[in-house]
């Protein structure tokens, strides 16, 4: 890149978006590490700066239109034109069917798929201007259907959907837009999902472990290496596209 691409990595203070804007950051990307709490992020930029990065905390709900539309100007303002997104924010709110409530539903559809409806939008008039662009969005092997998340494999199923969708209408621009599904990964919101069943961490980690054909379980930085490839120029052929990335078939 002569000069560097400006990207933006939602639900990036911790987890899985952490990974990928340290690694985007080492790649030489502009980073603006965006999540609902702006304190939070600043962690995770002054890492990067450390590291001889630039980087950017942006605080902002993705399911909030008035929100987004002031984080990406001041992205735009501050870094440069984001060309590259990665919608990684995510929530979960786990129960079976019959305990679900209508606002476990609803928060869990804003941030997965309103939020990136929001910041896709956004962030593509800036891609189109551009004629550049790469989007990647996580899913999660929970698409296929996982036992008490109703409400998050019906919104990570909808976003390979949109995926797609943003494919075929975002080609011409010369913008690709993939999808990454992680298996299981060592996060706080796996860990959050041990407690909710009565498990250990450690114990679930080396369950979970035993039944991946690589045995062992994902790293932040996996993901992190799976969207570097497909953010990068020499991806440009790669669009519409679900990777599964579970240490072993999934799909």
């Known amino acids: 890149m002569s000069e560097p691409r400006t990207a933006i990595i939602t639900g990036a203070a911790r987890g899985i978006g952490a990974g990928i804007a340290k690694r985007f950051a080492a790649d030489g990307y ?17 890492e990067i700066v450390a590291n001889g990065g630039q980087a950017l905390a942006v605080g902002a709900n993705v399911a909030d239109p008035e929100a987004v539309e002031a984080a990406v100007a001041k992205v735009a303002d501050e870094l440069g034109a984001p060309t590259v997104l990665v919608n990684n924010a995510g929530v979960i709110r786990d129960n079976l ?9 609803n928060l869990v559809m804003d941030v997965h798929l309103k939020g990136s409806f929001l910041m896709t939008k956004a962030v593509q008039k800036h891609m189109t201007e551009a004629k550049y662009g790469r989007i990647v969005n996580l899913s999660s092997t929970s698409a296929l259907g996982n036992r008490g998340q109703a409400n998050y494999s019906a919104a990570k199923a909808g976003l390979q959907g949109f995926t797609k969708t943003l494919a075929i209408e975002l080609g011409k621009y010369g913008v690709t837009a993939n999808a990454i599904a992680p298996g299981f990964i060592q996060t706080d919101m796996t860990a959050a999902t041990a407690e909710r069943i009565g498990v250990p961490f450690d114990d679930f980690i080396e369950y979970a472990a035993k039944e991946i054909p690589v045995q062992r379980v994902g790293q932040p930085e996996d993901i992190a290496n799976t969207a570097a490839f497909l953010c990068s120029e020499g991806a440009g052929f790669v669009s519409g596209q679900v990777i599964y990335v579970a240490g072993g078939p999934k799909d």
Not at 30 to 46: F, I, P, R, S, Y
Not at 97 to 105: E, I, R, S
Request: charged residues 30%; glycine residues 0%; proline residues 0%.
């Open 30 to 46: 502009k980073v603006a590490v965006l999540d609902l709490d702006e304190a939070a992020c600043q962690t995770v930029v002054d």
């Open 97 to 105: 069917l019959f305990k679900m409530t209508l606002d476990d539903w």
